[in-house]
């Protein structure tokens, strides 16, 4: 009788335990969507040293040609996470998608100067002034790079209204200026680096220098439909990119954090050795988001009144 009843019971814990969902199984899959920059390398490490797996999180990393597509994709359940920069998630926000924040990619630091305005060799840009009339590329019209260099060109005195802008991603610049369909373009490494190394261009300035430090170059957005349905999985994102930031804040880890950019953006190891990475940020508060609000609206960007404390996932 009480072999019977031990089987009975043993019989009903492995029936109870097989109904009860793991929790690998209650977390979703995610499609993450990122940009050829290394300010997503916090995303890289994630991937790459296990952080997500350690959290039950099936993370698929999909390539985005340009910035500026990453919220439509996130609309249309293409993406279920995307890492489009802040004036670009503000810009969503205020056409009204209904997006908020999980966490944060790289910071601004004046110490970086991995991206600029890259001149065509023979255009005789040298300043800003050289801009007026002239064509000028942008890896996403009201993007980072788009609506920092407008700040840079107002802050400089000049009309920012009076350069003409072309949408073109990174892996174009070199051959638009190569091709004279363009001036100039506002690029990143290691585009930027490729560029001068081939001689089709120059830099005319590492305008980013001008920027406070601190303050998010890229943010991880999803649909606030989907983070209220999976506030775990949200969660478990953000903590997987704190302690990939602690791990790159670590100097002896600085070849796997190269190794893992490498991977993702897909450059050779003498580009790989010298880009510049971007300091992590995987949290975003309320200041950092508040400055993007201030500096879109000085440039009429924005056409409601935002509210940044609702705009970020707890």
Same mark, same amino acid.
């Given at each position: 009788?009480?072999?019977?009843?031990?089987?009975?019971?043993?019989?009903? /814990?492995?029936?109870?335990?097989?109904?009860?969902?793991?929790?690998?199984?209650?977390?979703?899959?995610?499609?993450?969507?990122?940009?050829?920059?290394?300010?997503?390398?916090?995303?890289?490490? /994630?991937?790459?040293?296990?952080?997500?797996?350690?959290?039950?999180?099936?993370?698929?990393?999909?390539?985005?040609?340009?910035?500026?597509?990453?919220?439509? /994709?996130?609309?249309?359940?293409?993406?279920?996470?995307?890492?489009?920069?802040?004036?670009?998630?503000?810009?969503?926000?205020?056409? $009204?998608?209904?997006?908020?924040?999980?966490?944060? $990619?790289?910071?601004?630091?004046?110490?970086?100067?991995?991206?600029?305005?890259?001149?065509?060799?023979?255009?005789?840009?040298?300043?800003?002034?050289?801009?007026?009339?002239?064509?000028?590329?942008?890896?996403?019209?009201?993007?980072?790079?788009?609506?920092?260099?407008?700040?840079?060109?107002?802050?400089?005195?000049?009309?920012?209204?009076?350069?003409?802008?072309?949408?073109?991603?990174?892996?174009?610049?070199?051959?638009?200026?190569?091709? $004279?369909?363009?001036?100039?373009?506002?690029?990143?490494?290691?585009?930027?680096?490729?560029?001068?190394?081939?001689?089709?261009?120059?830099?005319?300035?590492?305008?980013?220098?001008?920027?406070?430090?601190?303050?998010?170059?890229?943010?991880?957005?999803?649909?606030?439909?989907? #983070?209220?349905?999976?506030?775990? /999985?949200?969660?478990?994102?953000?903590?997987?990119?704190?302690?990939?930031?602690?791990?790159?804040?670590?100097?002896?880890?600085?070849?796997?954090?190269?190794?893992?950019?490498?991977?993702?953006?897909?450059?050779?190891?003498? #580009?790989?050795?010298?880009?510049?990475?971007?300091?992590? $940020?995987?949290?975003?508060?309320?200041?950092?988001?508040?400055?993007?609000?201030?500096?879109?609206?000085?440039?009429?960007?924005?056409?409601?009144?935002?509210?940044?404390?609702?705009?970020?996932?707890?």
């Amino acid at each position: 009788m009480m072999k019977r009843r031990t089987l009975l019971s043993a019989l009903a /814990a492995a029936s109870a335990a097989t109904a009860l969902p793991s929790r690998a199984q209650s977390n979703p899959k995610i499609v993450f969507g990122y940009t050829a920059v290394s300010d997503f390398a916090s995303v890289f490490v /994630a991937a790459e040293e296990g952080y997500f797996k350690k959290r039950n999180l099936d993370v698929e990393l999909k390539f985005i040609p340009l910035n500026s597509t990453i919220p439509a /994709a996130l609309q249309s359940d293409s993406l279920q996470i995307g890492g489009p920069t802040p004036s670009v998630f503000l810009q969503s926000v205020d056409g $009204g998608l209904d997006l908020v924040l999980v966490a944060g $990619g790289g910071l601004t630091s004046k110490t970086i100067t991995g991206f600029g305005l890259v001149a065509r060799a023979g255009s005789g840009i040298k300043g800003p002034q050289d801009c007026v009339g002239k064509k000028i590329g942008v890896p996403g019209l009201g993007a980072f790079l788009h609506v920092t260099f407008r700040a840079w060109l107002k802050e400089s005195g000049v009309d920012y209204r009076k350069v003409n802008f072309v949408e073109a991603s990174f892996p174009q610049h070199a051959d638009l200026l190569r091709g $004279g369909s363009v001036d100039a373009v506002v690029s990143a490494d290691p585009f930027m680096s490729r560029i001068t190394e081939s001689g089709a261009g120059y830099v005319a300035s590492y305008y980013s220098t001008f920027l406070p430090e601190n303050n998010q170059t890229i943010v991880h957005a999803a649909k606030r439909e989907w #983070v209220a349905k999976n506030p775990a /999985a949200a969660r478990a994102f953000r903590e997987s990119l704190v302690e990939a930031a602690g791990f790159m804040q670590q100097p002896k880890n600085d070849a796997k954090v190269r190794a893992a950019i490498g991977k993702y953006i897909k450059l050779p190891p003498e #580009v790989l050795a010298k880009i510049q990475i971007s300091p992590p $940020g995987a949290t975003v508060s309320e200041k950092q988001l508040g400055y993007w609000v201030g500096l879109m609206k000085d440039q009429d960007m924005l056409k409601t009144s935002i509210d940044v404390a609702k705009l970020i996932a707890k």
